[in-house]
């Protein structure tokens, strides 16, 4: 990896901070500085510039560490960060069968110099009279330092280009002229050249709902984008989409709209979908919070026609980082989370019962029956007689296990129901399950015995032993009732605990979350293990 890239952590963050933090000072009353357009090929069809020297100077960003920054970049690179006068970033279309390039065009108010470290991995070249350090690798970055106060960094292919220095009438350069230079950070990107482009990168996008799918065609609608960074207030932070003509700057106007009411939407049904098993005063307050929120966003980003362009804008709002506001935008993540650990907590159960279950197998040469009997009636549960293949072989001794599952005995037992049979989504007071094995007279498990694993003729990967199933399935854990599967509505009893579906161990020993858009056929061949179907997937 060249030394370009692994600069030092210090240096590093310093000259991030420089040249990115720096841009959340608040505009003074000062002339917009002139955007230098030196160096840009007529082949970039992107570019990101912003002025960091200027926006370093501002008095919010007085506590700057500007001395260390200053010493970490001559360290090790050997230039001075703080005297980085303009940045501009570009970016080039795909030239010769090589991927997409781009540069970096740093001009200083002073003198410069490149640390050995930075070109220890290059070679002295020249081209034009000018001297570049060129890469070893044709895609690792060379450097040029031009007139001591111009570094170029990019691909050497790229490099040559910038070097050149041939000023020649472009779409990004015309755009660049034209630009107003008094954002903190502005990116610029010309649609024309690389229209075609694009709408090839989108052929193979995913089908999306309408208001999202539309998004594509922008492309054909567009002549330019024009993005401005502004942190702080009053100045906004926008995108410009300039259509091609009038009639191309209402469609792009419509599609903006549709699609901004439909993250809407999405973003409210989404926090809802991740809440739904929260209840009370709280949970309803913030569902109303995140509808008032939404409608705020929505219509702080509303398109604005003008013409041929199309812009959306925001200011930054101080209050927004109030501890209460963010408190309130982060439950639906909060939530989104705890679900999410939840998830992986009935996946690992599910797991280490699959594990039991085999190991069960592999001292009996089968799986558990579903309950033990005696006379023909079910005492204990199936979850009794894993206890010693999950650590439990103690208090597996403690059961009477020629006694019923609600005998005085073994009634007292049930509270010491095992962590493994908890799930994380349910209030488990009443020291209830919902790990349910499969039963029926076609599934795994039916009467009196287990079974072998050479009789799951359909595939261990294709037959479910046991599923999550709703909180009304739940059952008492020592109890022998489990989820008996109905042919005619093969999802009764499941999907409800959680968003689209349940979670299902398989005689493999995995564990699949199966959705409850699986056609009820691919259901029915699941719980089957010797049916003979053969299952899509």
């Known amino acids: 990896m060249h030394s370009f890239l692994r600069f030092r952590p210090l240096a590093a963050v310093t000259l991030a901070t420089c040249l990115l933090a720096s841009s959340a000072g608040t505009a003074t009353a000062q002339a917009d500085p002139k955007l230098n357009l030196d160096h840009i090929p007529d082949q970039a069809v992107g570019a990101v510039f912003l002025f960091p020297q200027t926006l370093a100077a501002k008095p919010e960003l007085e506590l700057l560490p500007t001395e260390v920054i200053a010493a970490a970049g001559k360290r090790d690179f050997g230039f001075n960060p703080m005297e980085i006068e303009q940045a501009i970033a570009l970016i080039a279309p795909p030239m ?29 070249n020249e081209i034009n009279d000018v001297k570049y350090f060129s890469a070893n690798h044709p895609r690792d970055l060379s450097f040029c330092l031009y007139k001591e106060k111009t570094i170029l960094i990019a691909p050497e292919s790229f490099l040559t280009l910038m070097i ?42 995913p089908p999306m709902p309408p208001p999202i799918q539309q998004l594509l065609t922008l492309p054909d609608h567009l002549d330019s984008v024009h993005i401005g960074l502004n942190i702080s207030p009053p100045d906004a ?20 709209t549709e699609a901004v009411a439909f993250a809407k939407q999405m973003f409210i049904a989404q926090s809802t979908m991740s809440m739904r098993m929260d209840e009370g005063a709280v949970a309803e307050a913030t569902l109303k919070y995140l509808a008032r929120a939404g409608d705020v966003i929505e219509n702080k980003l509303k398109p604005v026609r003008e013409g041929d362009n199309v812009t959306i804008s925001a200011t930054f709002n101080p209050a927004y980082s109030s501890s209460a506001v963010l408190a309130g935008l982060l439950l639906p993540a909060v939530q989104q989370a705890r679900e999410a650990a939840r998830r992986a907590e009935t996946r690992n159960k599910l797991k280490q019962l699959g594990l039991a279950m085999h190991n069960y197998h592999d001292v009996f040469s089968e799986f558990p029956a579903h309950a033990n009997y005696e006379k023909k009636k ?19 001794q403690k059961f009477h296990l020629d006694e019923p599952w609600d005998s005085e005995h073994n009634k007292a037992l049930i509270k010491e129901m095992p962590p493994v049979y908890q799930n994380p989504n349910m209030n488990n ?4 399950t919902n790990y349910l094995l499969v039963t029926g007279e076609d599934a795994a498990f039916f009467g009196e015995e287990g079974m072998p694993i050479r009789q799951f003729t359909d595939g261990t990967s294709n037959t479910i032993l046991a599923v999550e199933a709703n909180e009304d399935q739940a059952v008492i854990w020592t109890k022998p009732d489990d989820w008996e599967f109905d042919e005619e509505n093969p999802f009764q009893g499941l999907g409800q605990l ?39 997937r």
């Open 237 to 256: 932070t926008f995108i410009r989409l300039a259509g091609r003509d009038e009639k191309s700057a209402e469609e792009v106007e419509r599609i903006l």
């Open 429 to 432: 007071k009443d020291f209830k």
């Open 164 to 205: 050149a220095n041939q000023p020649a009438e472009s779409e990004l350069r015309t755009l660049l002229s034209q630009s107003a230079t008094d954002a903190n950070a502005t990116g610029i990107l010309a649609v024309e050249p690389v229209r075609d482009l694009i709408n090839q990168a989108l052929v193979g996008a």
């Open 378 to 396: 079910p005492l204990l549960s199936w979850r009794v007689h894993v206890l010693p293949y999950l650590d439990q072989a103690a208090l597996y």
């Open 96 to 124: 010769g069968g090589n991927p997409p390039s781009w540069g970096l065009i740093l001009h200083f108010s002073a003198p410069q110099d490149l640390s050995k470290d930075l070109t220890r991995r290059t070679e002295s």
């Open 498 to 536: 959680r968003q689209g579906g349940f979670f299902a161990l398989f005689a493999d020993g995995s564990v699949q979350f199966i959705s409850l858009n699986v056609d009820e056929d691919t259901m029915r061949a699941f719980v089957t293990p010797g049916g003979g179907e053969v299952i899509q």
